[in-house]
């Protein structure tokens, strides 16, 4: 079963606008991760955050954890047609494997 | 060195027949992930590897499905008997550390660009 859940499923927005995606989990976890996926083909690891932060920012990422709600946002600033993609959380939920959201389809229009 | 690599990219053939997915990891990754993802779909968790050993063979969705490692490195998926309901983008990671051996949770995963697999 999925743990993750992400909201919205889709999401188009014009260049430089910002990008607000968020992540639902349902057990107690260790870390929470994003990864990008272009094509429908290989993932490519974005950010990690951990348990016990409730902020982390890379380059244009901005990400948000609240484990009392058991959500976490990505937020891309500034956001470029280069960033169209699907995004999937993952979380490990103490066990031995990641488990990954239904993902968000991001659009960039130029 | 180089990242994950997948064999074949594409992967056509008819119901029934059997069919062999390779895995070639980023060296010194001791854990290695096998995932299936479905048309528009995310990631279903298949099966893990520590070393040569599979721990958690939970996700293999029937006994059509078997995976094996070699050497810490190699790992291939096999489908027997495939059907067309095993359509999908079968998808390797590897990971420096395996589950259990860091602190505070799994650590990031490097991903191959999958194996498309369609079964006509």
């Known amino acids: 079963s999925q743990q993750g859940e992400e909201d919205p499923q889709a999401l188009s927005i014009q260049e430089g606008e910002n990008a607000t995606m968020n992540c639902s989990y349902k057990?107690?976890?260790?870390?929470l991760q994003w990864y990008r996926q272009n094509s429908g083909r290989g993932l490519v690891h974005l950010i990690l955050?951990?348990?016990?932060?409730r902020e982390k920012h890379s380059g244009r990422l901005r990400v948000t954890l609240d484990t009392s709600k058991k959500s976490s946002s990505l937020l891309i600033t500034a956001s470029r047609a280069a960033d169209t993609a699907s995004y999937f959380c993952?979380?490990?939920?103490?066990?031995?494997?990641?488990?990954f959201g239904t993902g968000t389809r991001l659009q960039v229009f130029p | 060195g180089a990242g994950v690599s997948q064999s074949p990219s594409n992967k056509v053939t008819e119901k029934g027949k059997d069919v062999e997915l390779r895995c070639d990891p980023i060296?010194?990754?001791?854990?290695l992930y096998w995932y299936r993802q479905s048309l528009g779909q995310g990631l279903e968790f298949l099966i893990y590897f520590q070393g040569n050993s599979a721990p958690d063979k939970s996700g293999l969705p029937s006994d059509r499905f078997s995976a094996e490692r070699t050497g810490g490195s190699v790992s291939t998926l096999t489908i027997q008997r495939t059907q067309q309901e095993d359509s999908a983008v079968y998808l390797c990671?590897?990971?420096?550390?395996?589950?259990?051996?860091?602190?505070?949770?799994?650590?990031?995963?490097?991903f191959g660009p999958g194996t498309r697999l369609t079964v006509l």
């Open positions: 955050i951990r348990s016990n932060e």
């Open positions: 060296s010194g990754h001791t854990a």
């Open positions: 990671a590897s990971s420096l550390e395996g589950p259990f051996l860091v602190a505070g949770g799994l650590t990031e995963q490097f």
């Open positions: 993952a979380t490990d939920a103490g066990a031995d494997k990641l488990i």
């Open positions: 057990t107690s976890i260790n870390n």
